[in-house]
């Protein structure tokens, strides 16, 4: 049995590919992004635990090596979009959420 709940967050075109943006579920706050070329949306906390900003959502998309990340726009630190952790410091690590789009809606799995 899953504990696992999806919860619907915004339309997929609503998403701007390459960029993220922020979503409140249930008092937090989650950073969602749209990477192409796949047109993925992967979601982690909006939250940088370098400057304890809600900020991730405004990095910069990209990727080192063959890993997606984004840059936290306050200290640069780079955060492996699919993992979680931080790149520059392996044992710092964000949270990071399930998705999925069903008939066009982006949805997040949020555990009880």
Not at 6 to 22: H, K, M, N
Not at 53 to 71: E, P, W
């Amino acid at each position: 049995m899953s504990d696992l709940r999806w919860v619907a967050v915004c339309e997929l075109d609503d998403l701007v590919p390459q960029r993220g943006v922020a979503a409140l579920l249930e008092g937090r706050q989650i950073a969602l992004f749209r990477v192409m070329p796949e047109d993925e949306v992967l979601a982690i906390a909006n939250r940088d635990p370098f400057s304890e900003a809600n900020v991730l959502a405004r990095g910069i998309v990209g990727s080192v090596g063959d890993t997606v990340v984004v840059a936290s726009p306050m200290y640069k630190q780079h955060f492996d979009l699919r993992a979680g952790r931080s790149i520059e410091h392996p044992d710092v690590a964000v949270d990071t959420f399930r998705t999925r789009v069903c008939r066009g809606v982006v949805e997040i799995g949020l555990r009880w």
